[in-house]
């Protein structure tokens, strides 16, 4: 006859900061901002990439019509409501401190609001809205500027997200 097994699960480290009826919105924050920060890495990783081999007017008018098309209700719902999160984890870490564990919730709570919202509003989407001002006969003098310059803020706010994401973890 085998022993019996028994699973014990290891209290994450942010549990004495968190009180027990919150734990899943740290779930669900971790989910959000791996979304979150996953899509900021397919873009850094291959979408930019693709979209730079191709002639400008044509990668310049493909990443205006992402621009447009990402701001739909499912991905606003999930990168809002990720900051939303952040931001009551945020408060929850506060004031749990100094409780074990509350300083890296309260850190991967910042480091989203920092990262994939704050590198976000504060320079991709100044980014994109000029982009989108540009016409196609400005491509070539407006594209490579603009592909320099947005994966730059884009690889800070994957790399802060992923921090955020290991930090809630």
């Given at each position: ?24 919105l740290v779930v669900a924050a971790i989910v959000g901002g ?136």
């Open positions: 006859s085998r022993p019996e097994v028994r699973w014990r699960v290891r209290p994450s480290a942010y549990a004495a900061a968190v009180p027990e009826h919150l734990r899943l791996g979304l979150v920060t996953g899509l900021l890495f397919a873009f850094s990783l291959v979408v930019m990439r693709a979209l730079r081999e191709l002639p400008a007017a044509t990668g310049m008018a493909a990443m205006q019509r992402i621009n447009v098309l990402i701001v739909n209700p499912l991905f606003l719902a999930l990168f809002l409501g990720t900051a939303l999160l952040s931001a009551g984890l945020a408060v929850v870490a506060l004031r749990g401190l100094p409780a074990p564990g509350a300083a890296w919730l309260l850190a991967g709570a910042l480091l989203y609001l920092l990262g994939p919202l704050g590198v976000t509003v504060a320079f991709n989407v100044p980014l994109n809205n000029r982009l989108a001002g540009a016409a196609a006969s400005e491509a070539d003098a407006v594209w490579p500027a603009y592909v320099v310059a947005w994966l730059r803020w884009n690889h800070l706010r994957t790399v802060i997200g992923a921090a955020g994401i290991a930090a809630l973890a």
